[in-house]
């Protein structure tokens, strides 16, 4: 079955950092680029950033660029989003999203996980 | 990056067709053809509804279309049904090599 998986809910302090991790199963984790979004409560969706898995080679919103880094372990099929500094506005649903192909001609999703929720509270 | 403009609700009678837009800019809708449009019901990921400005995912229903004008682009949905009830986001390329969603349209039929 072709899906990606999450990890589970986090609770963090302000300043902490945080790691989600999303694994693919079903299909060749190094043909499908993987992004992540996020979304607070009630609110609408923020594009993070993107990642190549057969290269390794990634792309930050600007709103990210100093506290997002995103990795990969081709081994497991698994990717990671990790961000730092954390602070209540943090607090979000994370999702990772797979694209249909690799490369600049895919900018569509139509692979989600179901996502992460990440509490940011003292 | 600005997220893209859309109105915050539509409404529509069951039967009827609405049209959601999604205003951008000439750095990303009014530059390239990769407009998605997402469906998302509560609690749940979002769904892909269009990709490329028009074309549709097997498995999406032909009363989802979509076009592009200038930094302009529209999502139509006819034969408004119950289940359309949602909200939904449009995405943009943009010319900074990264991508920026709408601000979200809740549809509501009545």
């Known amino acids: 079955q072709v899906q990606l998986v999450q990890s589970g809910a986090e609770v963090k302090k302000p300043g902490a950092s945080v790691r989600v991790s999303c694994r693919a199963s079903g299909y060749t984790f190094t043909s499908y680029d993987i992004n992540w979004v996020r979304q607070a409560a009630g609110q609408g969706l923020e594009w993070m950033g993107w990642m190549i898995p057969s290269t390794g080679n990634t792309g930050y919103a600007q709103n990210f660029q100093d506290r997002l880094t995103m990795t990969m372990d081709t081994s497991t099929s698994t990717a990671y989003m990790e961000l730092s500094s954390l602070r209540s506005e943090d607090t979000a649903v994370y999702y990772c999203a797979a694209a249909p192909g690799s490369g600049s001609d895919y900018w569509h999703f139509d692979l989600w996980g179901r996502g992460t929720l990440v509490t940011v509270s003292s | 990056q600005s997220a893209l403009t859309q109105p915050a609700s539509v409404s529509g009678s069951p039967g009827q067709s609405i049209t959601i837009s999604c205003i951008g800019t000439?750095?990303?809708?009014?530059?390239?053809?990769?407009v998605s449009w997402y469906q998302q019901h509560p609690g749940i990921a979002p769904k892909l509804l269009i990709y490329d400005v028009y074309k549709r995912p097997s498995g999406v229903s032909n009363r989802f279309s979509a076009s592009k004008s200038g930094n302009t682009a529209s999502l139509t949905i006819s034969g408004l049904q119950t289940e359309d009830e949602a909200d939904y986001y449009c995405?943009?390329?943009?010319?900074?090599?990264?991508?920026?969603f709408g601000t979200g349209t809740k549809v509501t039929v009545l």
């Open positions: 000439s750095s990303d809708v009014g530059g390239y053809n990769y």
């Open positions: 995405g943009s390329y943009t010319n900074s090599i990264t991508l920026v």
